[in-house]
């Protein structure tokens, strides 16, 4: 009890030291709280740039080689300038053309909401098992959540795609307009699906886990990278059969669509709200959590001592984790690495206190995933946006690597 006491004590007088420094420099909030106000005016910053900067800048300058100027800037501003009025016709409530502006908005809120999510899982699940190596990809969470939904393409699919029609661009738009319920219905059919595989593979890593007599950090992510790899090899079977048989068919198009992070679907404001939504209800949730998930650093008799019911704690956050990956997944695709990537930056930002971490966490993932998408759209084009997913992957997968070979990131389930 005495030690329970004294490690409290030491987060007490780091936090007290901390303000005591802010306020001895003359500032009213705590230099964390300052670094998560700044990075969502960065956020902002990112996505009303991103609305107005050109599109396939690269790939326009590659077409047009043959002029003497190329993609020349008189072409720069003339595109900045067109995607200004379409912005503009959006805030004054004029966007009625064709190439409507209020779809690529939400469609950046989407996209900004599905890193937020996957970046606070991530928090979450590290600090929920102690181990710093642990995100929703490591853990074979994204693997389960692939699986589940091949399974509803191939059982709930029609070989023609009639009833999923709603996942075309137009047909979205007109789907929500008409039968906005159905619509979210039909959206969240696929997200059940998604989180039945999610704690198919969850499920199957705690018990492997627990039969093997320990919660070992090593062990766990190999158990996670095992279980994930038999499930990928199982995705990528059904996904081949149905390529093979029929390319361009609706399925194998699908198929292929939820295995990458494509951001496939032409995003209406149902998905906004079927997103935002589920996101909003977790990261309170967590929040609520946030002084007993910090108790989990301590020993199994402190957190008793202190009358702290870790098991049924790390049933919640971790079940609706578990939860909103499924659906972000659903609704975007893979995005790998983000939920191991993300809170690994916000915590050298803010360190281990959730209260700070979680709104770094969140904040940062939606920069990050935003800021990734838009570089490509802006130089590539949309025929390459399914690459955000790889870029992100090789960036998670390296500084996986170097965490774990540094011995700083739990590699012997030690989380700090």
Not at 27 to 47: G, M, S
Not at 157 to 182: E, I, M, T, Y
Not at 229 to 239: H, Q, V, Y
Request: net charge neutral; proline share 3%; aromatic share 10%.
């Amino acid at each position: 009890m005495a030690m329970s006491n004294e490690n409290i004590q030491l987060l007490d007088e780091e936090d007290e030291n901390l303000f005591a420094q802010a306020r001895d420099a003359g500032h009213k909030l705590d230099p964390r709280a300052q670094k998560i106000f700044v990075l969502v005016v960065v956020l902002l910053a990112v996505y009303f740039v991103g609305l107005i900067i050109p599109k396939d800048m690269l790939n326009s300058a590659l077409h047009n080689a043959g002029y003497a100027s190329g993609y020349s800037f008189a072409w720069f501003l003339q595109d900045l300038q067109e995607n200004v009025n379409g912005l503009v016709a959006v805030l004054t409530g004029n966007d009625n053309g064709p190439k409507s502006y209020a779809s690529l908005m939400i469609r950046y809120v989407v996209i900004a909401l599905s890193g937020a999510g996957l970046a606070v899982c991530g928090a979450v699940y590290q600090g929920t098992f102690k181990n710093a190596l642990v995100s929703p990809s490591t853990l074979g969470v994204m693997s389960g959540a692939t699986l589940g939904m091949m399974v509803w393409v191939v059982f709930f699919v029609n070989d023609d795609g009639s009833n999923v029609a709603w996942l075309g661009s137009n047909a979205s738009n007109a789907a929500a307009a008409q039968d906005p319920f159905g619509y979210l219905m039909s959206s969240y059919s696929l997200a059940i699906l998604s989180f039945v595989g999610c704690l198919l593979i969850v499920s199957l890593v705690l018990l492997v886990m627990r039969l093997a007599g320990g919660m070992s950090g090593i062990m766990m992510i190999i158990t996670g990278q095992v279980i994930g790899g038999i499930t990928g090899a199982i995705s990528n079977t059904i996904r081949y059969y149905y390529v093979a048989g029929n390319p361009y068919g609706p399925k194998a198009q699908l198929l292929t669509d939820l295995a990458i992070a494509s951001f496939y679907r032409q995003f209406t404001w149902i998905d906004l709200i079927a997103l935002g939504v589920p996101l909003i209800a977790t990261f309170a949730v967590v929040m609520h959590f946030r002084q007993r998930m910090m108790a989990l650093s301590l020993s199994a008799e402190e957190t008793r001592a202190l009358g702290v019911d870790t098991k049924r704690m790390r049933i919640i956050v971790v079940g609706l984790c578990t939860l909103l990956t499924a659906i972000i997944v659903s609704f975007c695709g893979t995005v790998g690495f983000v939920g191991f990537l993300v809170p690994h930056l916000a915590r050298r930002l803010v360190g281990p206190n959730f209260t700070y971490l979680l709104p770094m966490a969140t904040v940062m993932g939606a920069v990050f995933v935003l800021t990734a998408y838009i570089l490509m759209s802006a130089t590539l084009g949309p025929d390459y946006e399914t690459m955000v997913g790889m870029f992100i992957s090789i960036g998670g997968a390296t500084v996986f690597l170097v965490t774990a070979l540094s011995g700083k990131g739990g590699s012997r389930g030690q989380f700090q």
